[in-house]
């Protein structure tokens, strides 16, 4: 059974960081696709960051240069790692994966940027 945890979230003042754990079960994580995801409220869920099986990684220009996915294969968790937070990264980050076809999320953890 795959599951999907994630944690680390919560308030930051603006310019400040956050780093976001994905503990992953049931799965290599190493040997998959990952990616972040988040959600504000109103909005549709987007992609943030997404690492490849090989180490690849690809952001959106909207976070690129301030955020990093990185995973610990010893601890297969795979991490966000979000510098110079603005208000409009307030949103619920998911963790995602999929296999054999089919989509896994994690249950999401909230980032508010606020000072």
């Known amino acids: 059974q795959v599951q999907l945890v994630e944690s680390g979230g919560g308030l930051v003042q603006p310019g400040g960081s956050l780093r976001l754990s994905c503990a992953a079960s049931?799965?290599?994580?190493?040997?998959?696709?990952m990616a972040w995801y988040r959600q504000a409220p109103g909005k549709q869920r987007e992609p943030v960051a997404v690492?490849?099986?090989?180490?690849?990684?690809n952001y959106p220009e909207s976070v690129k240069g301030r955020f990093t996915i990185s995973r610990d294969n010893a601890k297969n968790t795979v991490y966000l790692q979000m510098n110079s937070l603005k208000p409009e990264d307030t949103a619920v980050y998911y963790c995602?994966?999929?296999?054999?076809?089919?989509?896994?999320w994690g249950k999401g953890t909230p980032v508010t940027v606020s000072s």
């Open positions: 995602y994966t999929n296999m054999v076809g089919m989509s896994y």
């Open positions: 049931g799965i290599i994580a190493s040997e998959k696709f």
């Open positions: 690492i490849s099986s090989s180490g690849s990684t």
